[in-house]
């Protein structure tokens, strides 16, 4: 999650100092890290020193785990101040690329559509959600910003409703809708005498608010943990008290997609899974004073791997291959 705090009530250059300095001392996370540390830059309004976050990552000699979303994010900060040939290069090289991930297509419909480039705006919205929403049966809650913000820009343009539109409405769960928060006369309202439409205005406010409050409230996905058959095999070796949680590898792997199937049923949203590792989870066992043995400590190390971003979103998009690792695609594989 990006910080949004103003500038008068958070020392942003400082808390950027601090992340960057924590990220030397977890280079597993210095992704999510430097990050963060690049958004507390451009709130300070230092964007060349912004630029240079995103260049360290994407010059980094080890992989990136969103490579997509860091171009997508440096394009955006260079656009912002006067690097507008550089930043339109970029997003048309991440067009061309089609990430499986709907947060670049985000980043870059909203930069395009901040510089009144409606047009392009809708297009690059419109080309995620073919990408990542053709032939889905429920679109993942990542996408749903999306459909959303795709919404939101035919509006402004005048264009009908199509199918991904009423979707878009369907998934809105506000009480007023999203015709209404997307209307492009509502600036008039703002401005008005009548009362009633001031009381209008005032509602759709509240309601925006509600829904940036509960995006918030879900900052990072209810993820379930995954080891990899090596690394389960050592984990058990080591701990053998943990048998009990894990009979084979091959039930862990459905006891995993037997769960977010039942969690997805029952209308749990931003569902994902988080990969562990023997050396992170005893580090983090030594962090809380407890037992890798005992299986109490497994949920709360899962959780702690989905705040700090580690979490793959579930189901994967079309396409994707299987969070198990198999090689295979999702829907040949788990998702059967």
């Known amino acids: ?44 309004g230092d964007r060349p020193a912004a630029t240079a976050f995103y260049d360290r990552l994407l010059s980094s000699p080890e992989s990136l785990d969103t490579p997509h979303l860091v171009r997508a994010l440096k394009a955006s900060n260079l656009w912002e101040y006067g690097h507008e040939a550089e930043a339109r290069a970029i997003i048309e090289g991440l067009r061309a690329a089609a990430p499986r991930d709907p947060a670049p297509w985000v980043i870059v419909a909203e930069s395009l559509e901040s510089h009144d480039e409606l047009e392009a705006a809708e297009a690059a919205f419109t080309e995620g959600a073919g990408l990542l929403l053709t032939d889905v049966t429920e679109p993942p809650y990542s996408t749903h910003p999306l459909l959303f913000g795709r919404h939101r820009v035919r509006r402004m343009l005048g264009a009908p409703h199509d199918d991904w539109d009423l979707l878009a409405d369907t998934l809105h769960s506000s009480p007023v809708s999203l015709d209404e928060l997307h209307d492009p006369k509502r600036v008039w309202s703002l401005g008005s005498d009548n009362p009633a439409e001031l009381a209008a205005e005032i509602s759709r406010l509240r309601a925006e608010l509600g829904a940036y409050r509960e995006a918030l409230s879900r900052p990072f996905p209810v993820a379930v943990l995954h080891w990899p058959s090596g690394e389960l095999t050592e984990l058990l070796a080591a701990y053998p008290t943990l048998e009990t949680e894990y009979p084979s590898h091959e039930e862990h792997l459905e006891t995993i997609e037997g769960s977010l199937r039942e969690l997805s049923a029952s209308g749990t949203p931003n569902l994902g899974i988080v990969t562990g590792t023997v050396p992170s989870y005893e580090a983090f066992a030594a962090s809380e004073g407890a037992s890798p043995g005992d299986g109490d400590l497994l949920p709360q190390y899962a959780t702690t791997l989905a705040a700090r971003g580690r979490a793959v979103a579930w189901p994967p998009q079309r396409g994707a291959s299987c969070w198990c690792g198999s090689g295979s695609a999702y829907e040949g594989c788990h998702g059967v």
């Open 1 to 44: 999650m990006r910080p949004d705090t103003p500038a008068e009530n958070v020392d942003h250059t400082a808390e950027a100092a601090r992340l960057e300095r924590t990220a030397g001392l977890y280079p597993e996370d210095a992704e999510a890290l430097l990050l963060q540390a690049a958004a507390h830059l451009e709130l300070a």
